[in-house]
């Protein structure tokens, strides 16, 4: 049956269906990549015969990328796990012996229940690029370890925690363009990742309407092919680039008064007391309540009384006596610095002082010259009424290029500000929040690290804090978590920080811990800095001839470089074979116009020993009897993974699925559990979805239309309006302590670096890394693009996207390659403080000329996936990883500091800094070169091609 497509989504241009191909076809969810596109499976004798993409879905409309049609050929990879496996050989040898299930499961619990109930800090539980999150979150607060987080660390913490601090979303699946009309669309940072079809589409349609697309990237790769303006920025100059635009707009009076005075705290007053411990923080009244200057009465009066009558401008005289400045008066000062002038950031940028004047007034032409307006009544959270919705038609994208810098998060936090001050968020035509966002800082939940043996934690592992006192550290100021998450060292982690987790636990430091549980997390590849030095910390062992770390759980689908350095490998389904949840209360794939959800489910039955991972996390609960997962009698109460995405519920009425809720299955949101959910979902096509009210549909922050409409299907418990922090006072209050004010301080290496970063207003510093080496030793940039054909690692081993990027060369700017007397296909050996690789290069232009770069993930260890140890990815792939340390370069004060944003802990991948020279001859092999893995899977046949009798 063609169900039409939900009119928001409506595409006039869809061309003939091919033609059939199969005896049945089943709609699930695409697990290829993060984007989570509807997936039509095509069927033929209970085999998969083809995967295309579901018209009807709101994420992808019916469009299917290279990665996405693969999927067969992941779902019969040669590379997939076949049984549980114990070690019998040493850690990282390899060798195995293949166990059955119940024997695994016996002892992954006689590991972990020791610990439960004496020390459960001492289970460490991290999982990679996991949609499971709200359930393995769960787990591990039921469990009662501190020491939880995903892969977002070491991803883009810094976009998605910068958006959350500032506007209460960020990208992605916060929010995106008004793809329909927007008129001028920037994406910063992006090559074809985070996210992918979506963003094919949207930037198709803004084709199609004529839009202005600005690419900015170091590379031209992906959508800066695309793009109709190309800015080949130099890495981590991001920051002072935007700051500069805000420069010019401020310089020429193009910004939106009316919606800074609305929706921002651009008019709250600062407290101006230097040498106190208010200096800078928000003046409030004895109720608590922010203060604004009422201009019209000349007096201060409280934030939510005064909208569009409050001062921008001044210095005023409290009540009390205090003075006090409003934000944008900090913020004109702060900007309008010559420091931000185009001409004095173009050298650094590598973008021209004339380009950059241009684009601002672009971007102010486009915003307030062709601003739009919709008619409709609204009432907005001061209880004023609007009849119509006025539009700023500029919207921007951002992602990991600009967040994975040690000046991330205040990079991240400087694109926000820019569209804060041209009006357009959640406007017609700007960037809009996709439900259940806009949701602030502050309605989340803090983070929480209390252990009580044989205990649930007290709440929710990862969070928002706001300030010293919400740190998690324990009465000696050590950290709670073994990833020290949310100490000093990275105050605002809302992530964890996964790539510490490991050389913390080796080195004892802040504890040691027993059990280090893995779900997808190539942590002895790429998924780690320092690669090598990694897979020697999971090998390292105690004088007493015990492992560092004494056991390691490992689940993944696939034979990846991890395998070989687990004690026991839990081997997952792929993604056709199991349930999972597209969840609400996780990374939802709505739509600025809609709510929405999906699922996926076993399409095909596994032919092997494997088990979702989520059903076997279930069954490791109910045998532990974590509270939730066993009834009073102590009996499981999940039968598996479907039947809890069905009757678990999180709060009354609110369970993984919103849809199809409700005892007859009609009801969306909130609503009792109903047992046919997960067909009724099966009967739609594997999704669920709801319109936002046309009158809801904007100025979701301060809507109150959309907050009561949220309050109602179960995204707050009570309205939430989000006011935008253009000057953040969480930072403030940890300047503050490191000026020596309020009772917890920071430790003394860490004074200064909390006092320069930590500003209130973001602000633009040198990437770490480069300032503390000589950078005229390594004058270049290296950093990685993401491919459109391969995600990640996952696509290794598929016969198909191999073909596409088997081997990666290092791309090298011309001029560079003049320099050092390169000619396409000579080798080069690439050095950086920590390491040194030599590999293939290829000449290119478009690419800024400081910076190579090279595809991310595909080179491979040898005899890892399954693949031979010929195989073009592990004789002339590589990775950067090796040349990237998780510490910085030594400062010659006794103290180590890790390679991440201060202030979030995000992996400063993008801040390599590296020389290069020609090799004398090629080689064979890129080096550095490392043992072949011992594989625990039969071997893979030398053709893989579908049909072949290896996957009947
Ligand atoms: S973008 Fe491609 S790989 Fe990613 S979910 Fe969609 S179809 Fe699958």
């Known amino acids: 049956m063609t169900k039409a497509a939900p009119a928001a989504f409506a595409d006039t241009h869809q061309t003939e269906t091919s033609p059939k191909v199969s005896d049945e076809v089943r709609k699930t969810t695409c697990y290829m990549c993060a984007c989570r596109c509807g997936i039509d499976v095509h069927l033929r004798d209970g085999k998969i015969r083809y995967i295309e993409g579901n018209r009807d879905h709101p994420v992808n409309r019916g469009v299917l990328c290279a990665k996405g049609s693969a999927g067969i050929m992941q779902h019969y990879s040669p590379a997939r796990l076949q049984k549980p496996l114990l070690r019998t050989g040493p850690r990282g040898a390899g060798e195995f012996r293949e166990i059955e299930w119940e024997e695994a499961l016996q002892i992954a619990v006689s590991w972990l229940e020791p610990l439960r109930e004496s020390s459960p800090e001492k289970l460490a539980f991290f999982t990679g690029r996991d949609q499971s999150q709200s359930l393995t979150g769960w787990w591990a607060q039921q469990f009662g370890t501190p020491n939880y987080a995903a892969h977002g660390g070491f991803c883009s913490v810094n976009m998605a925690t910068a958006g959350i601090y500032t506007i209460g979303g960020s990208f992605w699946e916060f929010g995106q363009p008004d793809w329909e009309r ?94 106190t411990a208010e200096h800078g923080l928000i003046a409030r009244n004895n109720d608590g309540e922010m203060l604004v200057w009422d201009r019209h009465a000349d007096r201060e009066a409280s934030y939510k009384s005064v909208s569009t009558g409050a001062a921008l401008k001044g210095r005023f005289t409290l009540g009390d006596g205090r003075a006090a400045v409003p934000v944008f008066e900090h913020l004109a000062r702060a900007y309008s610095d010559e420091r931000y002038a185009p001409d004095a950031v173009a050298e650094e940028t590598g973008v021209s002082a004339d380009t950059i004047r241009r684009i601002a007034a672009e971007l102010a032409n486009a915003a307030f010259n062709e601003a739009i307006e919709i008619e409709c009544s609204w009432t907005d959270w001061r209880g004023e009424e609007h009849d119509k919705f006025i539009g700023r038609p500029v919207s921007f994208h951002a992602m990991r290029g600009i967040s994975a810098h040690s000046n991330g998060f205040q990079t991240c936090r400087a694109l926000h500000v820019l569209q804060i001050l041209l009006g357009s968020i959640d406007c017609p035509g700007g960037f809009r929040y996709k439900p259940p966002y806009p949701k602030p800082s502050y309605a989340h939940p803090k983070p929480h690290a209390g252990v009580t043996p044989d205990q649930p934690l007290g709440g929710p592992h990862l969070g928002y804090l706001h300030g010293p006192d919400d740190l998690l550290l324990d009465t000696e100021g050590r950290a709670k978590r073994i990833d020290k998450g949310f100490t000093w060292d990275a105050p605002m982690s809302a992530h964890g920080v996964l790539h510490m987790v490991i050389s913390n636990a080796v080195a004892g430091d802040p504890y040691e811990i027993d059990t280090l549980f893995l779900f997808m997390a190539n942590m002895s590849w790429n998924s780690s800095m320092n690669t090598r030095g990694v897979m020697k910390m999971l090998e390292a062992k105690r004088d007493d001839g015990e492992y560092r770390i004494p056991h390691i759980i490992y689940s993944d689908a696939y034979a990846s470089e991890m395998v070989a350095y687990a004690d026991l490998v839990l081997p997952d389904t792929t993604y056709l074979e199991r349930h999972d949840a597209i969840s609400l209360l996780d990374r939802p794939i709505c739509e600025p116009d809609a709510v929405a959800d999906a699922i996926r489910w076993p399409v095909v039955e596994p032919d092997r020993e494997v088990r979702g991972f989520q059903s076997v996390l279930l069954d490791l609960g109910a045998r532990l009897r974590l509270p939730g997962m066993v009834n009073q009698q102590g009996d499981p109460l999940y039968k598996d993974y479907a039947d809890y995405l069905v009757n678990h519920q999180r709060k009354p009425g609110v369970g993984p699925l919103a849809g199809f809720r409700g005892a007859q299955g009609d009801r969306g949101g909130r609503g009792d559990p109903n047992p046919q959910q997960l067909q009724q979902y099966i009967d739609n096509g594997g999704y669920w979805t709801e319109h936002v009210p046309p009158n809801a549909a904007f100025f979701k922050m301060a809507n109150q239309d959309y907050q009561d409409w949220a309050v109602a299907k179960g995204f707050y418990d009570a309205p939430e309006p989000c006011i935008f922090n253009l000057y953040l006072e969480p930072l403030r209050k940890f300047q503050l302590a490191a000026e020596g004010h309020g009772e917890r301080q920071p430790p003394e290496h860490l004074r200064e670096r909390v006092r320069d970063c930590f500003t209130p207003l973001p602000h633009w510093y040198p990437p770490f890394e480069g300032a503390g080496i000589d950078v005229s030793d390594y004058p270049y940039h290296a950093i990685t693009q993401r491919p459109a054909a391969m995600y990640h690692s996952w696509g290794s081993q598929n016969a198909w996207l191999r073909q596409i990027h088997g081997d990666n060369p290092m791309y090298v700017p011309g001029p560079v390659c003049d320099a050092a ?37 595909i080179g491979k260890r040898k005899g890892a996936w399954n693949l031979s140890p010929d195989a073009p990815e592990a004789k002339r792939g590589f990775l950067l990883n090796h040349l990237i340390n998780e510490l910085l370069p030594p400062k010659g004060d006794g103290q180590r500091y890790s390679n991440s944003d201060p202030i979030t802990g995000q992996a400063a991948w993008y801040d390599l800094r590296v020389k290069i020279e020609k090799a004398e001859q090629p080689f064979e092999q890129s080096q550095p070169t490392f043992e072949v893995q011992q594989n625990p899977l039969p071997p893979a046949p030398d053709d893989v091609e579908y049909g072949k009798e290896w996957q009947k």
């Not at 170091?218 to 991001?238: H, K, L, Q």
């Not at 910004?255 to 705290?265: A, E, M």
């Not at 690789?837 to 910076?851: F, G």
């Open 182 to 275: 927007t008129k001028y669309f920037m994406i910063f940072g992006v090559a074809e990742d985070h996210d992918s079809n979506p963003i094919k589409l949207g930037m198709s349609r803004l084709k199609e309407r004529g839009a202005k697309i600005v690419g900015v990237n170091p590379v031209r790769t992906g959508y800066n092919a695309i793009a109709d303006e190309w800015v080949g920025i130099t890495p981590g100059t991001d920051g002072l680039f935007i700051l500069s635009l805000i420069h010019e707009l401020l310089r020429a009076g193009k910004v939106d008064v009316d919606y800074l005075l609305r929706y921002t705290n651009a008019a709250q007053l600062v407290i101006d007391a230097p040498g």
């Open 821 to 857: 007397g390169l000619v396409d296909g000579d080798w080069a050996w690439i050095s950086s403080y920590h390491g040194k690789i030599c590999v293939p290069v290829r000449r290119m232009h478009a690419v800024n000329d400081k910076t190579l770069w090279t595809w991310n993930a």
